[in-house]
């Protein structure tokens, strides 16, 4: 079992940043596990935002490349998201996902891959 805790979410206005983060736990999580933020707006599908798998390299949506970046710490067993210039199109609840395998080096794009999520935190931008 791997639990996901997201943070960091909030309101702020087009061209602001916010850093969201996302604590793992459980026996079933591993540093070198494939991550991910994904996020969805009612009434629509859930979509990728950016992974990073167990070597660390990562892939982003064309929406988010150049403005946000995917992290992860390790130690802290934390999962980072810093999105910047952030714009009205970004709004949505985030969600953390986990693979769940002790490693993953190849790159997991899409939702029904990951079996562990968080609650998800959400992301307002305002113009």
């Known amino acids: 079992q791997v639990e996901l805790a997201e943070s960091g979410g909030g309101s702020v206005q087009t061209g602001g940043s916010l850093r969201l983060s996302c604590v793992a736990s459980g026996y079933k999580y591993s540093s070198k596990s494939c991550m991910g933020w994904f996020r969805q707006g009612s009434g629509k599908e859930r979509e990728r935002v950016a992974t990073v798998d167990g070597d660390g390299i990562t892939t982003y949506a064309d929406s988010v490349k150049g403005r946000f970046t995917i992290s992860r710490d390790k130690a802290k067993k934390t999962l980072y998201l810093q999105m910047d210039s952030l714009q009205p199109e970004d709004t949505d609840m985030y969600f953390c996902?986990?693979?769940?395998?002790?490693?993953?080096?190849?790159?997991?794009?899409?939702?029904?891959?990951?079996?562990?999520w968080g609650q998800g935190t959400q992301v307002t931008v305002s113009s």
């Open positions: 996902a986990a693979d769940g395998y002790t490693e993953c080096f190849a790159p997991t794009l899409f939702a029904h891959e990951y079996p562990y």
